[in-house]
């Protein structure tokens, strides 16, 4: 069972907005955040592994800019019929893909891939398309505009 510790409800919002914004890049990070908020570097691993089991914290790790890498980013769509909405699924967990979502428009399936570079979009493109028989739009960006979500609490 896990240790309980004294943490207001105000400081754990603190630390949440901490850790999205300012996470410490230094040799011992957590024993820095335990400082700032009077705790131990065990409770404060131990209250981020809580919030990773609960669900509140889905990852934790560095994001990487793929574009400044070299990489190619495009916004895919396409229309999925019902009886074939397991595809979604299975494009979803490519490795090629970072986000994707179903939506209610006649484009129903959103998704996002970073590839190695442009060029190879459209073989990327028309493999899902032959495998799947299904038609996929590509949509690439012009210009980015907001590269961090930052959920302030």
């Known amino acids: 069972m896990a240790k309980k510790f ?3 409800q ?3 919002k603190n630390l949440l907005n901490l850790l999205q914004q300012e996470f410490p890049i230094e040799e011992k990070p957590f024993e820095t955040l335990a400082k700032k908020f009077d705790l131990s570097e ?3 691993i131990e209250f981020l592994k809580n919030l990773q ?3 509140i914290i889905r ?3 560095a ?4 574009i400044k890498l070299g990489y190619y980013t495009c916004l895919c769509g396409t229309s999925i019929p019902e009886e074939k909405i397991n595809i979604v699924y299975e494009i979803a967990e490519l490795p090629e893909v970072t986000h994707a979502y179903l939506r209610e428009h006649r484009l129903n399936f959103w998704f996002t891939v970073v590839l190695p570079s442009e060029e190879t979009l ?3 493109i028309k493999n899902l398309s032959d495998k799947y028989q299904i038609e996929i739009k590509s ?3 012009v210009k980015k505009f907001k590269a961090k979500a930052v959920f302030t609490l």
């Open 10 to 12: 105000k400081d754990k």
């Open 63 to 66: 994001t990487v800019n793929s």
């Open 53 to 55: 089991k609960e669900g």
């Open 42 to 44: 065990e409770e404060i």
């Open 139 to 141: 949509f690439p960006m």
């Open 122 to 124: 459209p073989n990327f």
């Open 59 to 61: 990852h934790f790790g």
């Open 6 to 8: 004294s943490l207001s």
